[in-house]
């Protein structure tokens, strides 16, 4: 069993960041961020493979967004630079115990931190 517990969301306005963080409770092979903004289905963000350290990203979001990974804490991390208006929603983390880690099949999920950003 892993838990996950997301925290670092709020509000900030449009050009600004945020960092978002995931305490997970055991060692996954792979590591996620995804966001589900209102209306909308759940996408992926961004992940890691434990393992190698491989990332992957969203085309749409790469440079903006970098996840890394702390092993020490277990900690995973979602950085967030010049946030857009349209960047709101829920991010959760989520872990899978096999890879591939590019998958939306994750086997365990936090609930979540939302995330606002003004105009």
């Known amino acids: 069993q892993v838990q996950l517990v997301e925290s670092g969301g709020g509000s900030v306005q449009a050009g600004g960041s945020l960092r978002l963080s995931c305490v997970d409770s055991?060692?996954?092979?792979?590591m996620a961020w995804f966001r589900q903004r209102l209306g909308e289905e759940r996408e992926r963000v961004a992940f890691i493979w434990s393992g190698t350290g491989l990332k992957g990203y969203d085309d749409s979001l790469k440079g903006r967004f970098t996840i890394t990974q702390a092993y020490d804490q277990n900690t995973l991390y979602l950085n967030m630079n010049n946030l857009h208006p349209e960047d709101p929603a829920r991010y959760s983390c989520a872990a899978r115990w096999d890879s591939p880690c590019a998958t939306d099949a994750y086997d365990y999920w936090g609930p979540g931190t939302q995330v606002t950003v003004s105009s």
């Open positions: 055991r060692y996954a092979t792979c």
